[in-house]
């Protein structure tokens, strides 16, 4: 069966992972990081992407993004790809493919995510600075002062969520579908023209993209 179109709204925040292919190591070193850091920076501005938080693991790649039109993710992570993966092969002397051929939302958790080596955790935590971010406005109305918005999102980060919450991201997650307050998945429907909820394992979908109503 095909898949889905990923939702895609104009400035709507957008949380996306790209893996190594198999999956294999894509950012062995701290120099590959930094590498891709650096295409990441250069390539934000061609598509007027916001980029509100990052994190490079060894094997994949979070990135929480802001698109300002249609299809600016795609372009985005294409361009991306392809500049790092040229990179990358140039340095090792190597071929072929790097990433998995569709990136896509992926549900990631740790206990200490500022100590991340490579992560944006850290700057709004007000630990280092980062001059990829962009703070989003729901980050900023923590506080107006820096200080205080930074142990703010610290307290956030130690917050445990409930388990149905952590199930119920995880469900919108692995489905693609968009987790929110009513009247914002009725927007989301909206635009969109498909079902902004997730679909129950037990009943079959009547069309792609919608479940049967209750």
Same mark, same amino acid.
């Given at each position: 069966?095909?898949?889905? +179109?990923?939702?895609?709204?104009?400035?709507?925040?957008?949380?996306?992972?790209?893996?190594?292919?198999? +999956?294999? +190591?894509?950012?062995?070193?701290?120099?590959?990081?930094q590498r891709y850091l650096h295409i990441?920076?250069?390539?934000? +501005?061609?598509?007027?992407?916001a980029l509100h938080a990052y994190v490079l693991m060894s094997n994949r790649v979070h990135?929480?993004?802001a698109p300002p039109r249609l299809g600016a993710v795609s372009c985005l992570m294409q361009a991306l790809g392809r500049r790092y993966?040229?990179?990358?092969?140039?340095?090792r002397g190597r071929t072929g $493919?790097?990433?998995?051929?569709?990136y896509e939302p992926r549900p990631r958790a740790t206990d200490a995510p500022a100590q991340f080596p490579c992560s944006s955790c850290a700057s709004l935590c007000g630990q280092r600075?980062?001059?990829l971010p962009s703070p989003h406005p729901a980050y900023t109305a923590l506080s107006t002062s820096r200080t205080e918005? *930074?142990?703010?999102?610290?307290?956030?980060?130690a917050t445990i969520l409930p388990d149905d919450e952590l199930q119920a991201i995880r469900s919108y997650l692995q489905q693609q579908r968009a987790l929110g307050r009513d009247s914002f998945? *009725?927007?989301?429907?909206?635009?969109?023209?498909?079902?902004?909820?997730?679909?129950?394992?037990?009943?079959?979908?009547?069309?792609?993209?919608?479940?049967?109503? $209750?």
């Amino acid at each position: 069966m095909a898949r889905l +179109p990923r939702l895609d709204l104009p400035g709507i925040p957008q949380h996306v992972i790209q893996r190594g292919n198999n +999956p294999l +190591p894509c950012f062995p070193d701290s120099a590959d990081r930094q590498r891709y850091l650096h295409i990441l920076h250069g390539a934000l +501005p061609d598509t007027g992407m916001a980029l509100h938080a990052y994190v490079l693991m060894s094997n994949r790649v979070h990135l929480l993004l802001a698109p300002p039109r249609l299809g600016a993710v795609s372009c985005l992570m294409q361009a991306l790809g392809r500049r790092y993966v040229r990179a990358f092969n140039s340095r090792r002397g190597r071929t072929g $493919t790097l990433w998995e051929g569709r990136y896509e939302p992926r549900p990631r958790a740790t206990d200490a995510p500022a100590q991340f080596p490579c992560s944006s955790c850290a700057s709004l935590c007000g630990q280092r600075d980062d001059v990829l971010p962009s703070p989003h406005p729901a980050y900023t109305a923590l506080s107006t002062s820096r200080t205080e918005r *930074a142990t703010a999102y610290r307290a956030l980060l130690a917050t445990i969520l409930p388990d149905d919450e952590l199930q119920a991201i995880r469900s919108y997650l692995q489905q693609q579908r968009a987790l929110g307050r009513d009247s914002f998945r *009725a927007m989301v429907e909206a635009k969109t023209r498909r079902l902004a909820g997730i679909c129950s394992a037990h009943r079959p979908a009547l069309r792609r993209g919608s479940c049967r109503s $209750t």
